[in-house]
Protein backbone atom coordinates (compact mmCIF):
# COMPACT_ATOMS: atom_id res chain seq x y z
CA UNK A 1 0.00 0.00 0.00
CA UNK A 2 1.98 3.06 -1.00
CA UNK A 3 2.02 5.93 1.12
CA UNK A 4 0.64 9.79 1.04
CA UNK A 5 1.64 11.02 -1.79
CA UNK A 6 2.59 15.03 -2.41
CA UNK A 7 4.25 16.17 -5.77
CA UNK A 8 6.08 18.35 -6.09
CA UNK A 9 8.47 17.89 -3.31
CA UNK A 10 9.96 21.48 -4.33
CA UNK A 11 8.16 24.48 -5.81
CA UNK A 12 10.31 27.47 -6.64
CA UNK A 13 8.14 30.47 -7.31
CA UNK A 14 8.36 34.25 -7.98
CA UNK A 15 6.30 36.84 -5.77
CA UNK A 16 2.61 36.95 -7.56
CA UNK A 17 2.74 33.83 -9.15
CA UNK A 18 0.47 30.85 -8.12
CA UNK A 19 1.73 27.71 -6.33
CA UNK A 20 -0.29 24.58 -6.89
CA UNK A 21 0.38 21.67 -4.45
CA UNK A 22 -0.68 17.80 -4.95
CA UNK A 23 -1.68 15.63 -2.33
CA UNK A 24 -2.83 11.85 -3.47
CA UNK A 25 -4.30 10.35 -0.18
CA UNK A 26 -3.23 6.60 1.01
CA UNK A 27 -5.73 3.79 -0.81
CA UNK A 28 -9.07 3.87 0.50
CA UNK A 29 -8.38 6.66 3.00
CA UNK A 30 -10.81 9.87 1.95
CA UNK A 31 -9.88 12.30 4.20
CA UNK A 32 -7.18 14.89 4.15
CA UNK A 33 -5.58 16.83 5.75
CA UNK A 34 -3.11 20.44 4.66
CA UNK A 35 -0.45 21.28 7.44
CA UNK A 36 1.74 24.38 6.67
CA UNK A 37 5.77 24.29 8.72
CA UNK A 38 7.50 27.86 8.66
CA UNK A 39 11.46 26.98 9.51
CA UNK A 40 12.26 26.36 13.26
CA UNK A 41 8.19 25.88 14.07
CA UNK A 42 6.31 22.73 14.25
CA UNK A 43 3.18 22.09 12.08
CA UNK A 44 0.25 24.12 12.00
CA UNK A 45 -3.03 22.75 10.86
CA UNK A 46 -4.49 24.69 7.49
CA UNK A 47 -7.93 22.49 6.27
CA UNK A 48 -9.49 19.23 6.47
CA UNK A 49 -11.57 17.69 3.39
CA UNK A 50 -13.26 14.86 2.83
CA UNK A 51 -13.91 14.16 -0.65
CA UNK A 52 -15.83 17.44 -2.72
CA UNK A 53 -16.11 18.71 1.03
CA UNK A 54 -14.68 21.14 2.83
CA UNK A 55 -14.85 20.31 6.67
CA UNK A 56 -12.61 22.83 8.74
CA UNK A 57 -10.77 25.20 7.55
CA UNK A 58 -9.86 27.26 10.42
CA UNK A 59 -6.23 27.34 9.60
CA UNK A 60 -6.54 28.53 5.96
CA UNK A 61 -5.34 32.23 5.95
CA UNK A 62 -8.27 34.24 4.50
CA UNK A 63 -6.82 35.47 1.59
CA UNK A 64 -4.93 33.51 -1.34
CA UNK A 65 -5.58 30.36 0.38
CA UNK A 66 -7.39 27.33 -1.29
CA UNK A 67 -8.21 23.64 -1.09
CA UNK A 68 -10.12 21.54 -2.69
CA UNK A 69 -10.57 17.20 -2.64
CA UNK A 70 -12.75 16.32 -6.07
CA UNK A 71 -14.26 13.41 -6.22
CA UNK A 72 -11.24 12.16 -8.53
CA UNK A 73 -7.67 12.82 -8.48
CA UNK A 74 -5.45 14.76 -5.50
CA UNK A 75 -6.21 16.91 -3.11
CA UNK A 76 -4.92 20.51 -4.11
CA UNK A 77 -3.46 23.52 -2.38
CA UNK A 78 -3.55 26.92 -4.11
CA UNK A 79 -1.62 29.75 -3.41
CA UNK A 80 -2.45 32.61 -5.12
CA UNK A 81 -0.38 35.93 -5.68
CA UNK A 82 2.72 33.97 -3.17
CA UNK A 83 4.59 36.49 -0.90
CA UNK A 84 8.19 35.06 0.51
CA UNK A 85 6.46 34.56 4.05
CA UNK A 86 4.59 31.70 2.18
CA UNK A 87 7.79 30.10 1.94
CA UNK A 88 6.98 26.91 3.86
CA UNK A 89 6.81 22.97 4.17
CA UNK A 90 3.73 21.93 3.05
CA UNK A 91 2.62 18.58 3.88
CA UNK A 92 -0.51 16.48 3.81
CA UNK A 93 -1.62 13.93 5.61
CA UNK A 94 -4.66 11.20 5.28
CA UNK A 95 -6.70 9.23 7.19
CA UNK A 96 -9.56 6.71 6.42
CA UNK A 97 -11.82 8.01 8.48
CA UNK A 98 -11.93 11.70 10.56
CA UNK A 99 -12.94 10.43 13.84
CA UNK A 100 -9.42 11.20 16.21
CA UNK A 101 -9.53 7.11 16.56
CA UNK A 102 -7.60 7.02 13.69
CA UNK A 103 -4.18 8.21 13.17
CA UNK A 104 -2.91 10.61 10.65
CA UNK A 105 -0.63 9.59 7.76
CA UNK A 106 1.64 12.21 6.44
CA UNK A 107 3.23 12.77 3.33
CA UNK A 108 6.99 13.94 2.47
CA UNK A 109 5.92 17.32 2.27
CA UNK A 110 6.01 20.11 -0.47
CA UNK A 111 8.97 22.68 -0.16
CA UNK A 112 7.55 25.99 -1.28
CA UNK A 113 10.45 28.95 -1.80
CA UNK A 114 9.13 31.76 -2.98
CA UNK A 115 11.73 34.37 -4.12
CA UNK B 1 -6.80 26.13 22.23
CA UNK B 2 -4.51 23.38 22.85
CA UNK B 3 -1.25 23.88 23.41
CA UNK B 4 1.86 21.93 23.08
CA UNK B 5 5.26 22.84 24.52
CA UNK B 6 8.73 21.16 24.09
CA UNK B 7 11.35 23.55 26.04
CA UNK B 8 14.46 21.20 24.44
CA UNK B 9 15.21 23.01 21.45
CA UNK B 10 18.02 20.64 20.91
CA UNK B 11 19.36 17.22 22.75
CA UNK B 12 22.22 14.94 22.04
CA UNK B 13 22.42 11.39 23.17
CA UNK B 14 26.03 8.88 22.87
CA UNK B 15 25.21 5.52 20.82
CA UNK B 16 23.55 3.39 22.66
CA UNK B 17 22.60 5.29 25.70
CA UNK B 18 19.27 6.33 26.48
CA UNK B 19 17.47 9.65 26.34
CA UNK B 20 14.64 11.26 27.34
CA UNK B 21 12.85 14.05 25.65
CA UNK B 22 10.62 16.39 27.52
CA UNK B 23 6.75 17.78 26.18
CA UNK B 24 4.10 19.21 28.17
CA UNK B 25 0.18 20.06 27.12
CA UNK B 26 -2.12 22.47 27.76
CA UNK B 27 -5.93 21.30 27.49
CA UNK B 28 -9.50 21.48 29.03
CA UNK B 29 -10.39 18.24 27.97
CA UNK B 30 -10.31 14.72 29.96
CA UNK B 31 -9.83 12.83 26.92
CA UNK B 32 -7.74 12.78 24.11
CA UNK B 33 -4.47 11.31 22.22
CA UNK B 34 -0.89 11.81 21.94
CA UNK B 35 1.78 11.39 20.10
CA UNK B 36 5.21 11.76 19.70
CA UNK B 37 6.59 12.11 15.36
CA UNK B 38 9.87 11.77 13.96
CA UNK B 39 11.04 14.11 10.77
CA UNK B 40 14.54 12.96 9.76
CA UNK B 41 16.30 14.76 7.47
CA UNK B 42 13.62 13.60 4.48
CA UNK B 43 11.57 15.83 6.06
CA UNK B 44 8.53 13.07 6.10
CA UNK B 45 6.94 13.17 9.47
CA UNK B 46 6.75 9.43 10.78
CA UNK B 47 4.69 7.87 13.68
CA UNK B 48 6.61 6.96 16.66
CA UNK B 49 4.23 6.03 19.50
CA UNK B 50 0.88 6.62 20.58
CA UNK B 51 -0.74 7.26 23.60
CA UNK B 52 -4.68 7.18 24.75
CA UNK B 53 -5.46 9.57 27.69
CA UNK B 54 -8.14 7.31 29.06
CA UNK B 55 -5.03 4.70 29.32
CA UNK B 56 -3.02 4.72 32.15
CA UNK B 57 -0.32 1.90 31.28
CA UNK B 58 2.16 3.96 29.54
CA UNK B 59 2.44 3.07 25.51
CA UNK B 60 5.47 1.36 24.42
CA UNK B 61 7.14 0.45 21.02
CA UNK B 62 10.35 -1.68 20.51
CA UNK B 63 12.61 0.93 21.81
CA UNK B 64 10.41 3.78 22.41
CA UNK B 65 8.44 4.25 25.40
CA UNK B 66 6.21 7.08 26.64
CA UNK B 67 5.88 8.53 30.36
CA UNK B 68 2.40 9.85 30.65
CA UNK B 69 1.46 11.85 33.55
CA UNK B 70 -1.88 13.19 33.12
CA UNK B 71 -2.52 15.34 35.86
CA UNK B 72 0.42 16.76 35.37
CA UNK B 73 0.00 17.03 31.04
CA UNK B 74 3.29 15.71 30.64
CA UNK B 75 4.18 13.49 28.10
CA UNK B 76 7.62 12.83 28.20
CA UNK B 77 9.37 9.92 25.62
CA UNK B 78 12.01 7.91 26.09
CA UNK B 79 14.18 6.34 23.33
CA UNK B 80 16.42 3.41 24.79
CA UNK B 81 19.64 1.87 23.09
CA UNK B 82 19.99 4.66 20.59
CA UNK B 83 20.91 4.35 17.22
CA UNK B 84 22.61 6.49 14.70
CA UNK B 85 19.27 6.57 12.33
CA UNK B 86 17.21 8.11 15.70
CA UNK B 87 18.89 11.16 14.50
CA UNK B 88 16.01 13.18 13.60
CA UNK B 89 13.44 16.12 14.64
CA UNK B 90 10.56 14.97 17.47
CA UNK B 91 7.15 16.50 17.54
CA UNK B 92 4.81 16.31 20.22
CA UNK B 93 1.35 16.81 19.02
CA UNK B 94 -2.28 16.68 20.83
CA UNK B 95 -5.35 15.93 19.12
CA UNK B 96 -8.81 16.19 20.82
CA UNK B 97 -11.22 12.92 20.28
CA UNK B 98 -13.58 15.82 18.92
CA UNK B 99 -11.15 17.91 16.64
CA UNK B 100 -10.04 17.20 13.45
CA UNK B 101 -6.33 18.64 13.54
CA UNK B 102 -3.14 18.25 15.14
CA UNK B 103 -1.42 20.59 17.71
CA UNK B 104 1.95 20.48 17.03
CA UNK B 105 4.92 21.03 19.39
CA UNK B 106 8.03 22.93 18.14
CA UNK B 107 10.32 20.36 17.79
CA UNK B 108 13.51 18.93 19.48
CA UNK B 109 16.56 18.17 17.56
CA UNK B 110 17.71 15.21 18.45
CA UNK B 111 21.70 14.02 17.81
CA UNK B 112 23.24 10.95 18.13
CA UNK B 113 26.83 10.71 19.01
CA UNK B 114 28.80 7.76 17.90
Known amino acids: NAGVMQNPRHLVRRRGQEARLRCSPM?????VYWYRQLPEEGLKFMVYLQKENIIDESGMPKERFSAEFPKEGPSILRIQQVVRGDSAAYFCASSPVGGSLETQYFGPGTRLLVL | AQTVTQSQPEMSVQEAETVTLSCTYDTSESDYYLFWYKQPPSRQMILVIRQEAYKQQNATENRFSVNFQKAAKSFSLKISDSQLGDAAMYFCAYRSLTGNQFYFGTGTSLTVIP
Open chain 1, 27 to 31: KGHSH
